[in-house]
Structures are given as structure tokens and as C-alpha cells.
């Protein structure tokens, strides 16, 4: 698969990653299973086989089942630390964690990001983490505070480089004040159902200071790739089926499918978006990085956009 740079850095990464998210089946890590396991282990190796170097996680995935299994598979395939990226995620607190009564929360305490990188660490086998991103906007958010975190797991050889993740661009610019190092990503949802990132200056602010963004749910769940149909009785019916119509004649005309062109079109903005494919299933694994040799040219990338909005351009 074709590479690029990771934001202002010099870590190649595939043009697409491979998202951990559903590899343990559950979000309860009571249910794993050693069949659960090599599942999730089978869909790792598919994806590496497939030319993904960049694998995103977060603490939370899986009831950190996710993690775990991807340790086990990196005990496995004692090589692939060196060709793999490893990003994760931390901040999400659920409900009645660490105790009852405790609220669902976002945290970004000195203490809460150091002891979840602890954590990954653990359960990835890793000594350093490549990227470690903060997972959803604190309310509390203190960039002083961030950047001790952020230097002491840097310092101590820990975590390699940093991004956020859902993340405005002013809370983004005001984190990056704080920081002597450039911030790499910004992982956001974009998919040609949900196209803000194009107008709220959330992708003019990754060219700006060349950040990189990863987009979660490129597919929109699914609702744009091969195979879906959307039920006559859905919410602007009409306008999604005209938009997936219009993926399949331009996927018809390229030899190809939907999930492929639809997953081109976002790898075809100048700020370099990394969709995240999150499928466990080997085939969508393997089809989905076929788009990474698609260009789409100008005129193409915007019947497309325009099919997304459903009206015209101002």
C-alpha cells in the first residue's frame, strides 16, 4: 500500500489504517474467548498482509480487549514491531469506573493520561507508544496541564509523538500553544454523510500546521459501502440513494466498487485524510485498501460531492 508522512513528522504511515476497535467482538472483556481472540488476531494479520502499517486503538476499546489482543499478536509476529505505527486513545472514563457512583466523564488530568499510557503499554507489549491521542474533548481540558503529561511520557521515551482526536480547531490551537512539539493528528468523523470537517475549519486548520486527519467511519457505519440499501421508509430516503447511485456508476466506470471509490474520494483531499477501516471481516479488509491506488480527478471528486449534499454549490 502507498505511504505518507504522519503530519509535520517523519513517521511513514499507510495511506489507510487499520482500526481496532471491533476485534474483540465485545465491548465487555468478560466474553473473550480464545476463539474470540484468534478472530481478532486473523483480522490483524489480514490487515498487515494488506499493506496497513498504521494501526489505531484507544484504552477503552474492547474493555481494553482490544489492546490485549493485539499484544498477544504482536508476541506472535515478533517482527511487525518494527514495520508497524501503534497508535491509541485515552481520556474516556465510562460510568462507575473507577468506583460506583462515578460519572461517565472525559479526563485529561496529568494523572489520567500517564497511568493510561501505563496501561497500553501493557497490554500492547510495548515499550513506546507511536502516537497517543486524546480521545474526546474534555470540558475541564488544561493545556498546561496536557503538556506536563505529554513531556514527561515524551522525556521518558514512552509515547513518540501526539494528536487528538474529535477535536474543534480552537480547542486543537489552544492545547498546541501550550506544546513546544507540533500536535500530528486530529481524528475526526468524515464520511459523505457527515461532510462538516469541509466547512467548520477543521480540515483548513490540518493544512495549515500539516496535521494529519484520520477519519473515523469513513463508510458513515457501512451506510456508503457495497452491498448497503438504504429502506424506503428512511429519513432523506431519496437523497442517500441518489449519492450511493452515484458511487456505483463512477465505481462501474473505474472497474471497481463503492466502498472503493467512496473511500478514494476522502484520500483524495490535499490534507491527506487516513480513513480508519474498522471491519474485522478479511475480504472488506482487503478490498477497502484497494483504494489507496485509486485518483480521483477534480470533476469526478465533486459529482460526488455534489451527490453528498444534495443541492448545488452556492
Partial sequence: MKTQLLGASEIHVSRLAYGCMRISGSWDRTTVDAETIERGIHAIETAVDAGYTF????????????????????????????QLVIATKCGICFEDEPAPGYPHRYDFSYRHIVDSVEG???????????????HRPDFLADPEE??????????????????????????????????????????????????????????DQCLERKITPMAWSPLAGGRVASGYAPAPEESGYSHHAALLETLDKIAAERGTDRTVIALAWLLRHPSRIVPVIGTVKPKNIQIAARAADIELDRETWYRILLAARGQKLP
Fill in 55 to 82: 494501526f489505531d486503538h484507544a484504552d477503552i476499546y474492547g474493555d481494553t480487549a482490544c489492546e490485549s489482543i493485539f499484544g498477544q499478536a504482536l508476541a506472535r509476529h515478533r517482527a511487525w514491531r518494527e
Fill in 120 to 134: 497500553s503499554l501493557g497490554r500492547l507489549q510495548v515499550d513506546r507508544i507511536d502516537l497517543l491521542m486524546l
Fill in 146 to 203: 496536557i503538556t506536563r503529561a505529554f513531556t514527561k511520557l515524551r522525556d521518558a521515551g514512552k509515547v513518540r509523538e501526539f494528536g487528538v482526536s474529535n477535536f474543534r480547531p480552537s480547542l486543537l490551537s489552544a492545547v498546541q500553544s501550550a506544546l513546544a512539539f507540533p500536535l500530528l493528528v486530529n481524528q475526526v468523523e468524515i464520511h459523505l454523510r457527515r461532510l462538516d470537517c469541509f466547512t467548520d475549519g477543521t480540515l
